[in-house]
Structures are given as C-alpha cells and as structure tokens.
C-alpha cells in the first residue's frame, strides 16, 4: 500500500510537547507507530506532497546548503542541537525551518540525528539516513556531515549544468513558437486583405503561409487543446510509469549531443556516490544499493542493481561493471585499480572527478553550438512568414 506524509504533534513519556513528520498508509497506522515510542498524538493530519505546513517549497538545494551548515557547526564544535537552532533562524524558507525544528525537536527527544532525518524521506533519501548512521556509529558525525554537504554540492552543480544544457534551447524555441503564433493570427490576416485587391495570383509560397494562418485561426483552440492534453498526458505516464520513464531515459541515452551529456552525468553520480558511501565505510553492497537510486537514470539504476546482485554472489565489482556494458573501458580499469590497491574510494573520486568535469566542458560546448543553431531556427520561422508576405509585393514592383 501507498504512504503518504503526516505531520503530527503530541507528548512524550515525559509530557513534553513534541512533533514531526511520518510516512504511513493511514493516519491510524501513524496513531499506532506514535504509541509504539511513547508518543501520545494530539494533532495528525496528512501533507500536501512537497510542501510543510506554513507554505514554502523545500528543494534538493535547500538539503545541500542545510548540510553543509550543519557540517561546518559541528566542524567547529558547536553542539547538535545548538547548530539546529542557528541553522533553522537563518532560513528564509519558512518550509525548511519547519523541517529543521521538527527534526530538532526529535533529537531532543532522545532519537539519533539518523533516526530523526529518516521520518523525512521526501526530503532525506536513503543515501543520506545511510551515512549520517555510519558517522554516528563512528563517532565522526562532522566528518561524514562534510561528506555528505560535497558530495550534494557536486550534485546539485551537475544537475545545473544539465538544466542549462535543456533549458535555453527549450525556452528560445517557445518563444520562437509564440511568435510565429502571433504573426499567424494577427499579421498574416492584415496582408492577406491587402493582397485581395491585387487582382493576381498570389506566390505559392505565400498562398501556403496565408491557408496556415487560416487554419490556425479556425483550428487554433483545438490545436492548443490538443498540444496541452498530450503534454499533460505525456508528465501523468512519465510520473506514474516506470516503463515509459525506461523508454524515455533509453531514448535520451541514444539521442545525438545530449546522450553523451546524460552518459557521463549518470556516471559521475554513479563514482560520487559510491566514492562517499565507501569511504563512510558502508559495505558495497549495500552501498550499491543507494548508489542505484543516485544515478537519475533508470537504465544505469537497472545496471548499478546488476552489479550489486553479482557482487553479492562473490564477482569483483569491476568484473560485475564489465558485464553491464555501460561503462567506458577507463572507469572499469580505474576500478580495477582501486580493488587492487585497496583505495576503491579514492579511485572512484577520481572518476567522478574527471566525469563532472567533462560534462561541464560538454554543457559550455554544447550552450555555444546551440546559440548560433537556435537564432538561425528562428530566423527561418520569422524570417519566412515575413518573406512570404512580402513576395507579392515584390512581384509587383517588378510587373510595374
């Protein structure tokens, strides 16, 4: 059965008042799990998905710079609960405070930092629950907290980059669709009136630019109807379809320019993520595990879950890579080195070092290859209703 986040607020064994978050089926199933702490519940009612009470979004990047806060309190020897307290009043997002209050108020409770960020999986995946336990148990919480706070950093700078590279092109193209709309409807009707006093055969050319701008005006609310139930369509199957998610990242792997991109991006998460959980001294393959999940692409999830199989039965991790055949000869090899010298952590670090910065240099190719590409799209579109609309006046002049 489906869980749904609840925030709610009751007392503890000692009458203090606490609150929080939880992931349940029903809102009985949290009344029931609260008892089991101790907890009496006084208030539980189901949250909007992405959003905390008081308004506000909270993001991935508020996780990152909520981490790296965090690490450099503790770093510098402030207590936990003291740090939750500098870190949430300097939060202008009203959502994240109430998030770092919540997570405070079970810590002082007597639950573990891993514990409590684990009642939030909206916002704290199993990665993260994964290594604040490990620092915890070690007893390097400010160590594994830094771990943590670079290794979303690096992330969040990838996921940029990669929105970058989609955004502009996509944005420059609805702008450039608006406009030949607008030409379509408004402009096209004022030449074509004119041209019906010239008593000629109109230019092919323009004879279809004029039946177009016809068929838009007539057409034109079905049209937009139509574009937006596919597109809305398009994000239900997305959202709610693994398989089609599948075809889609499949798709994208394969598509010229931004294939190569997305490649070497799900490949520097993939070395990231295993580089941090390694050296946070998680076994592999329960390492494997979360890696899978921090590669944003189903189809290196589906490989990363092969290897962690094989790798349960006795495979080398570099064997086990090889045979997914989706990477590159010089990670596996890297790989390979790190086995054998002991320094897996420090091997994959360096792959995903070398990988983040070639999708950088990829994305700023890319951004200066589209530019030029893009305007001359757009001077086509524009360029040719305009062109269209005035060979008839050119014709003419040359009959005159």
Do not use: C
């Amino acid at each position: 059965m489906m869980k749904s986040p609840f925030l709610w607020e009751g007392t503890d064994r000692k009458g203090k008042k606490v609150k929080g978050k939880s992931m349940a089926a029903n809102e009985a199933a949290v009344r029931a799990d609260l008892r089991r702490q101790g907890v009496v519940p006084k208030r539980i009612r189901k949250q909007r998905k992405g959003l905390f009470a008081g308004g506000g979004t909270i993001t991935s990047a508020d996780i990152s710079i909520f981490s790296r806060q965090l690490a450099t309190m503790l770093g510098a020897g402030i207590p936990l609960v003291q740090a939750f307290d500098i870190v949430g009043a300097g939060h202008e997002n009203a959502a994240m405070q109430k998030l770092i209050a919540a997570i405070k108020a079970d810590v002082e409770g007597g639950s573990s930092l891993a514990e409590s960020i684990a009642k939030h999986p909206l916002h704290f995946d199993d990665l993260f629950v994964s290594l604040v336990e490990a620092g915890e148990q070690a007893g390097a919480l400010e160590t594994l907290l830094d771990k943590i706070a670079t290794y979303k950093e690096k992330t969040e700078a990838i996921k940029k980059k990669i929105k970058k590279a989609l955004t502009y092109p996509a944005a420059v193209l609805v702008v450039a669709l608006v406009v030949t709309t607008i030409l379509l409807i408004f402009v096209i009707p004022a030449f074509e009136d004119l041209f019906q006093g010239f008593g000629a055969d109109l230019p092919t050319f323009t004879r279809m630019v004029i039946d177009l701008s016809k068929f838009v005006r007539e057409q034109g609310f079905l049209i937009a109807t139509m574009m937006g139930g596919s597109v809305a369509a398009f994000l239900y199957f997305k959202k709610r379809s693994r398989a089609m998610r599948h075809f889609l990242d499949r798709m994208m792997l394969k598509a010229p320019v931004i294939g190569p991109i997305l490649e070497k991006a799900a490949i520097s998460r993939y070395a990231r993520t295993l580089s941090t959980m390694f050296a946070a001294g998680v076994p592999l393959v329960e390492a494997l595990e979360s890696v899978a999940g921090a590669t944003g692409n189903i189809v290196y999830e589906i490989a990363v879950l092969q290897i962690r199989d094989e790798v349960a039965t006795g495979q080398r991790l570099q064997v086990a890579m090889e045979n997914t055949n989706r990477f590159p000869n010089m990670v596996i090899q890297m790989i390979a080195v790190g086995e054998e010298s002991g320094s897996l952590d420090e091997m994959t670090a360096k792959v995903a070092d070398f990988y983040e910065e070639d999708v950088d240099n990829a994305v700023d190719n890319l951004s200066s290859l589209l530019e030029p590409l893009i305007m001359s799209i757009l001077g086509v579109l524009v360029g040719g209703l305009v062109v269209a609309m005035y060979l008839p006046i050119f014709k003419l002049g040359a009959v005159v």
